[in-house]
DNA sequence: TTACTTGCAAATGATTTGCTCTAAA
DNA sequence: TTTAGAGCAAATCATTTGCAAGTAA
C-alpha cells in the first residue's frame, strides 16, 4: 500500500487515523482546516481527538502528502500534494481553488542566482475574486479581504 | 507627506504609532513578527501596546503599505510592500530573505485562463535552504523544518 | 467638536503538550 | 514484546476585543 510506505520509510507506522485522515483529503476538493477535517473523520472515527488530527496532518505534512498552507490570517489549511499545483484565494470570501497550471521549475533557477540558498522549490498564490463574488458585487474589485471565512467556503 | 496621503485615501488618520511602525519595517531587511515590532517601536513608543502594534501592522496591510504573510507554521510576518518583491525561506532556520527577480505578472495571465476568478496579483515564496544552515550541515539538503525559528533569525 | 485611535486588561481560539493506555511491527 | 501513536484534558500563545480616555482633523 502506498501510503504505509511512504510513511515507513521515515519511520512513522501506518494508522487508522492516517489513513482515515489522508482519505477525506484526497476526497474532497475543498482546502479545508484541521476543523473540517475533524468534523469530516469523525464519520469515520467517531472518537478520534481533534490533537491526533493535528498530529497525524503534521506527520502527513513531514512525510510530504499533504501540503500546509495559511491564506490571509486564518487557521492552517491544509491539501493533498499528491500533485503539485497552485493556488487562488478569493479576496473577499476566503475560498480557495486550485490552478492547474505548469510548474514554473526554470523560476527555481532563476532566483538561485540572485540569492545565496540552495532552493528546493517554490508555491504560488494568486489572489482575486471568485466568481461568485464578482457576481455579488461587481465594482470594489479589489476591497478589502473579508475577515471571516465563510464555513461553506471551506 | 507620502504615509499620510496613502491612510488619508482610506480614511485612516495619520497617528505617531503609525509612522513609528512603518519606519521600523522600512529600516529593517529581516522579515519580522509582530512582537518584534513590538519592540523595536518601544525603543521610541516606549509605552504603546501590543495591541496597537496589531492593529496599526493590520492597518497598514489594508492600506497596501505592508505585506503580511505567513511562514511554515509560526506567528505572522510582516515588512515593507512599497516594492513588489519574491521570499525565500529557509526550510531549516526559518529565515526570511527577499529574492530580487522581476515580477511574473505573465503568470497571472495564464492562471486566469484556467479559473473562473478574476486575478489581481500573485506571491511567490521559494524555499530551500540558506548559505548558514548548508555550511552547518551540508547532507540532509531538504531536511525536515524546524519547529521553532531562532530568534535572531528574525 | 467629532470620530478615529490608543492603552490596558480580559477574552478568544487555534494549536500543542503531558500522561496513560492501546496497538502497530 | 517494544515503542510509537491515540485520547483526553489542561496548557500555551498569538491575536482580538471591550471600553474609557486621548487626539487628529
Redesign the interface.
Known amino acids: 500500500m502506498e501510503l504505509r510506505e511512504q510513511l515507513g520509510e521515515r519511520g512513522y507506522r501506518m494508522t487508522k487515523p492516517r489513513q482515515a485522515i489522508l482519505d477525506v483529503l484526497r476526497a474532497t476538493c475543498c482546502h479545508p482546516d484541521a476543523n473540517w477535517v475533524y468534523d469530516e473523520v469523525r464519520k469515520t472515527i467517531p472518537h478520534i481527538s481533534l490533537a491526533t488530527v493535528y498530529r497525524t496532518l503534521d506527520v502527513l505534512a513531514?512525510a510530504g502528502l499533504v501540503r500546509?498552507f495559511?491564506c490571509?490570517?486564518g487557521q492552517?489549511r491544509y491539501d493533498d500534494a499528491s500533485q503539485p499545483h497552485?493556488h487562488?484565494v478569493?479576496?473577499r470570501c476566503g475560498q480557495v481553488?486550485d490552478?492547474?497550471?505548469p510548474s514554473?521549475a526554470a523560476?527555481?533557477a532563476?532566483?538561485a542566482r540572485?540569492?545565496?540558498?540552495?532552493?528546493?522549490?517554490?508555491?504560488?498564490?494568486?489572489?482575486?475574486?471568485?466568481?461568485a463574488c464578482?457576481e455579488r458585487d461587481p465594482a470594489s474589485?479589489?476591497g478589502?479581504p473579508e475577515q471571516e471565512i465563510a464555513r461553506e467556503s471551506l
Request: overall charge negative; glycine content about 8%; hydrophobic content about 35%.
Open positions: 513531514q500546509q495559511h490571509h490570517g492552517a497552485y487562488v478569493c479576496q481553488a490552478v492547474p497550471m514554473q523560476l527555481e532563476e532566483a540572485s540569492t545565496s540558498y540552495a532552493i528546493a522549490g517554490h508555491h504560488i498564490e494568486f489572489y482575486g475574486l471568485c466568481q464578482r474589485p479589489a478589502r
